[in-house]
């Protein structure tokens, strides 16, 4: 069976695809990718459906081996990549064959790297999904000595690359009005707009901290407010008016006050996002946020036509014989301008 043998790991590194939705009623959040664009973005360099898992790596990555021939593409956040020492380009797709080693360094930017298997990453399913839920108790973390099969792969194309947006800097996050939104004064939500945050200490797949300067926000009547039923980008107030914003392992039910609910296509900024990096809040109507994330999703879709050869340096090809160099052979002797038509 062709796949990858994990030889060593990042403490933070698991099998994920798109979870679970619909099982809210059970409990259980839908999890999956913290960076579903960054999913998209591998079965678009793969050629193949973004619904396959991926393994991710929070911060760092880990060294590999080939158990057969394979095609993988690395996506998410920027890390040194080689295979048997020689260096790989991010955000692209290449082949490796049996035995050779795949080495992934720390996260020079953002958080969460991806590294894809052509046929993705044929693990067992768990309720309907491969993604790995640790809080829900759904699988577990990928360590050494793990093996990553692969599933059937149905394409032979490699060699793209893509072009991937910056999402690992921080930035701008639109918020749209949610159910407990009027609770907290119009001078509340104004301020918390006009408020400079920063990523915190305290962030995991669960959600992320918003530190900033000044009092905290503070909803009326917030200690009556009974739990609810929550979901990813829903920004959540602690006791001390501390800003959370929740990702794809959040709680199912929760009883803090939410001032508002981050777009999904503005969530993989917070989940990328290294301590310390800045944002800020916009509010947009509900209007603007359906126009948004339409666009958004569109731009997903476009992204295998997004794929460009990529550009490599013959020199440091190993395989280059493998490749077809030569499209057509023609005669030394023959008329180049000829039609082959009899005059």
């Excluded at 591998?42 to 459906?49: E, P, T």
């Excluded at 809080?135 to 793209?160: I, R, S, V, Y």
């Excluded at 926000?217 to 920004?235: K, R, T, Y």
Aim: charge should be negative.
């Amino acid at each position: 069976m062709s796949g990858l043998r994990i030889l060593r790991i990042g403490p933070a590194a698991s099998v994920q695809d798109l979870g679970r939705p619909g099982l809210l009623g059970q409990g259980v959040s839908q999890g999956g990718a913290a960076d579903p664009l960054a999913l998209a973005e591998g079965a678009a360099l793969l050629r193949q459906d973004p619904g396959f898992a991926a393994l991710e790596m929070g911060g760092m990555g880990g060294e590999f081996e080939a158990a057969g021939p394979l095609r993988i593409a690395l996506t998410g956040a920027p890390m040194a990549a080689a295979l048997d020492g020689e260096a790989l380009a991010w955000n692209a797709s290449h082949r490796m064959e049996a035995g050779q080693r795949l080495s992934i360094g720390a996260a020079r930017s953002g958080v969460y790297g991806y590294l894809h298997l052509g046929g993705g990453i044929a693990t067992d399913p768990l309720l309907g999904a491969r993604a790995v839920h640790l809080m829900a108790g759904l699988g577990q973390a990928a360590k050494a000595g793990d093996f990553l099969p692969g599933g059937q792969d149905q394409n032979m194309e490699t060699g793209l690359a893509l072009t991937a947006e910056d999402r690992f800097q921080g930035g701008e996050l639109r918020i749209v009005e949610s159910f407990q939104s009027h609770l907290f004064p119009d001078e509340v939500r104004s301020r918390f707009t006009a408020t400079a945050f920063s990523r915190g200490s305290r962030a995991n797949r669960m959600g992320i901290e918003m530190v900033s300067d000044g009092e905290g926000f503070a909803a009326a009547g917030q200690l009556n407010i009974l739990s609810e039923v929550i979901l990813p980008g829903d920004v959540q107030m602690t006791g001390d008016g501390k800003p959370f914003v929740l990702l794809r392992e959040c709680q199912t039910t929760g009883g803090y006050p939410r001032i508002g609910t981050v777009l999904p296509c503005d969530l993989p900024k917070v989940a990328q996002a290294q301590a310390g990096a800045a944002f800020r809040f916009r509010w947009i109507s509900l209007e603007e946020g359906l126009e948004a994330q339409a666009k958004s999703d569109a731009a997903v879709k476009a992204l295998p036509s997004a794929c460009k050869p990529l550009l490599r340096d013959p020199a440091a090809i190993r395989d280059l014989l493998s490749y077809q160099l030569i499209s057509g052979a023609v005669s030394a002797d023959a008329d180049p301008f000829a039609t082959g038509e009899t005059q």
